[in-house]
Protein backbone atom coordinates (compact mmCIF):
# COMPACT_ATOMS: atom_id res chain seq x y z
CA UNK A 1 0.00 0.00 0.00
CA UNK A 2 0.92 3.49 -0.46
CA UNK A 3 0.54 5.77 2.31
CA UNK A 4 0.42 9.68 1.74
CA UNK A 5 0.62 12.51 4.06
CA UNK A 6 0.60 15.75 2.84
CA UNK A 7 0.88 19.16 4.68
CA UNK A 8 0.19 22.51 3.24
CA UNK A 9 0.19 26.02 4.26
CA UNK A 10 -1.70 28.57 2.79
CA UNK A 11 -1.15 32.29 3.47
CA UNK A 12 -3.73 35.10 2.77
CA UNK A 13 -2.37 38.87 2.35
CA UNK A 14 -5.14 41.07 2.00
CA UNK A 15 -8.03 42.78 3.52
CA UNK A 16 -11.42 40.84 5.17
CA UNK A 17 -12.10 37.37 5.46
CA UNK A 18 -12.26 35.26 2.54
CA UNK A 19 -13.23 31.57 2.13
CA UNK A 20 -11.48 29.67 -1.00
CA UNK A 21 -12.66 25.96 -1.88
CA UNK A 22 -9.85 23.53 -2.63
CA UNK A 23 -9.97 20.43 -4.57
CA UNK A 24 -7.54 17.50 -3.80
CA UNK A 25 -7.05 15.04 -6.56
CA UNK A 26 -6.11 11.27 -6.55
CA UNK A 27 -4.29 9.24 -8.89
CA UNK A 28 -7.50 6.72 -10.85
CA UNK A 29 -9.37 4.23 -8.75
CA UNK A 30 -8.83 1.78 -11.44
CA UNK A 31 -5.13 1.82 -11.86
CA UNK A 32 -4.09 2.71 -8.35
CA UNK A 33 -6.63 1.48 -6.07
CA UNK A 34 -9.09 2.57 -3.97
CA UNK A 35 -8.71 5.25 -1.78
CA UNK A 36 -9.03 5.47 2.11
CA UNK A 37 -9.01 8.90 3.41
CA UNK A 38 -7.58 8.59 7.03
CA UNK A 39 -7.30 12.13 7.87
CA UNK A 40 -8.43 15.59 7.02
CA UNK A 41 -7.71 18.85 8.92
CA UNK A 42 -6.80 22.55 8.85
CA UNK A 43 -5.55 24.08 11.68
CA UNK A 44 -5.61 20.95 13.53
CA UNK A 45 -9.15 20.26 13.82
CA UNK A 46 -10.91 17.59 11.45
CA UNK A 47 -12.41 19.05 8.33
CA UNK A 48 -15.64 18.22 6.77
CA UNK A 49 -14.88 17.48 3.00
CA UNK A 50 -17.01 16.24 0.11
CA UNK A 51 -15.75 13.39 -2.11
CA UNK A 52 -16.71 13.33 -5.78
CA UNK A 53 -15.59 11.79 -9.64
CA UNK A 54 -13.96 13.49 -12.34
CA UNK A 55 -12.53 11.34 -15.29
CA UNK A 56 -12.34 8.22 -13.34
CA UNK A 57 -10.61 9.99 -10.87
CA UNK A 58 -11.65 10.48 -6.87
CA UNK A 59 -11.50 14.30 -5.82
CA UNK A 60 -12.66 16.04 -2.89
CA UNK A 61 -12.92 19.35 -1.79
CA UNK A 62 -13.50 21.36 1.37
CA UNK A 63 -13.58 24.91 2.12
CA UNK A 64 -10.99 27.12 3.88
CA UNK A 65 -11.51 30.22 5.90
CA UNK A 66 -9.38 32.71 6.32
CA UNK A 67 -9.37 35.76 9.09
CA UNK A 68 -7.11 39.06 7.73
CA UNK A 69 -3.89 38.04 7.02
CA UNK A 70 -4.42 34.33 8.54
CA UNK A 71 -2.18 31.17 7.94
CA UNK A 72 -4.61 28.03 7.22
CA UNK A 73 -2.62 24.89 7.81
CA UNK A 74 -4.58 22.17 5.26
CA UNK A 75 -3.27 18.54 6.58
CA UNK A 76 -4.32 15.13 4.21
CA UNK A 77 -3.51 11.64 5.12
CA UNK A 78 -4.78 8.76 2.63
CA UNK A 79 -3.95 5.42 1.99
CA UNK A 80 -4.14 3.36 -2.04
CA UNK A 81 -3.28 -0.28 -2.43
CA UNK A 82 -2.12 0.25 -6.05
CA UNK A 83 -2.89 -3.10 -8.19
CA UNK A 84 0.51 -2.67 -10.45
CA UNK A 85 3.77 -1.83 -8.99
CA UNK A 86 3.82 1.63 -9.97
CA UNK A 87 2.26 4.74 -8.18
CA UNK A 88 1.51 8.77 -9.42
CA UNK A 89 1.21 11.19 -6.81
CA UNK A 90 -0.81 14.26 -8.26
CA UNK A 91 1.61 17.27 -8.35
CA UNK A 92 0.72 19.19 -11.46
CA UNK A 93 -2.41 20.41 -10.06
CA UNK A 94 -0.36 23.01 -7.72
CA UNK A 95 0.14 24.65 -11.49
CA UNK A 96 -3.46 26.48 -11.04
CA UNK A 97 -2.01 28.01 -7.98
CA UNK A 98 0.45 30.32 -9.90
CA UNK A 99 3.17 29.91 -7.40
CA UNK A 100 5.45 27.34 -6.33
CA UNK A 101 5.07 25.22 -3.42
CA UNK A 102 7.71 26.99 -0.85
CA UNK A 103 8.82 23.86 0.60
CA UNK A 104 8.60 20.33 -0.64
CA UNK A 105 9.69 16.92 0.84
CA UNK A 106 8.74 13.80 -0.60
CA UNK A 107 9.45 10.49 1.19
CA UNK A 108 9.09 7.13 -0.13
CA UNK A 109 9.30 4.16 1.79
CA UNK A 110 10.21 1.11 0.69
CA UNK A 111 9.96 -2.59 2.45
CA UNK A 112 13.55 -4.76 1.99
CA UNK A 113 12.24 -7.02 -0.45
CA UNK A 114 10.80 -4.12 -2.64
CA UNK A 115 13.36 -2.05 -5.28
CA UNK A 116 12.88 1.16 -6.94
CA UNK A 117 12.67 1.31 -10.43
CA UNK A 118 12.15 4.36 -11.64
CA UNK A 119 10.98 7.63 -10.59
CA UNK A 120 9.94 10.73 -12.63
CA UNK A 121 11.75 13.18 -9.78
CA UNK A 122 15.08 12.60 -9.06
CA UNK A 123 15.13 10.49 -5.30
CA UNK A 124 17.92 10.20 -3.07
CA UNK A 125 18.52 7.39 -0.18
CA UNK A 126 18.79 8.70 3.18
CA UNK A 127 18.09 5.53 5.08
CA UNK A 128 18.29 2.10 5.11
CA UNK A 129 17.56 -0.69 8.10
CA UNK A 130 16.60 -4.29 7.79
CA UNK A 131 13.01 -3.36 7.39
CA UNK A 132 12.80 -0.66 4.55
CA UNK A 133 14.53 1.69 2.61
CA UNK A 134 14.11 5.42 2.72
CA UNK A 135 13.93 7.66 -0.33
CA UNK A 136 13.69 11.91 -0.59
CA UNK A 137 12.50 14.31 -3.03
CA UNK A 138 13.20 17.83 -1.76
CA UNK A 139 13.28 21.02 -3.09
CA UNK A 140 12.72 24.43 -1.82
CA UNK A 141 10.00 26.80 -4.16
CA UNK A 142 9.04 23.97 -6.70
CA UNK A 143 7.14 24.60 -9.13
CA UNK A 144 5.87 20.97 -10.26
CA UNK A 145 6.18 20.41 -13.97
CA UNK A 146 4.77 16.68 -13.98
CA UNK A 147 3.17 14.49 -11.61
CA UNK A 148 5.74 12.05 -9.42
CA UNK A 149 5.64 8.61 -10.87
CA UNK A 150 7.58 5.93 -9.52
CA UNK A 151 7.64 2.36 -10.29
CA UNK A 152 9.24 -0.48 -8.06
CA UNK A 153 9.91 -4.32 -8.51
CA UNK A 154 9.40 -6.63 -5.77
CA UNK A 155 12.89 -8.85 -5.81
Known amino acids: SVTVEGNY ?3 RSGKGIKNYKIV ?4 TRKKFGEVQILEVSINGRTAEYHTFEVKRSNQISL ?6 SDICNF ?3 FIQNPINTEYKYILKTTKRWKKPLESTVINLNL ?6 ENSYYPLIQIK ?7 FQFKEK ?10 IWIYE
Open 9 to 11: KFK
Open 24 to 27: YPFP
Open 63 to 68: NLHFDE
Open 75 to 77: KIK
Open 111 to 116: AENIKL
Open 128 to 134: KDNAFST
Open 141 to 150: EFYPYEDFDF
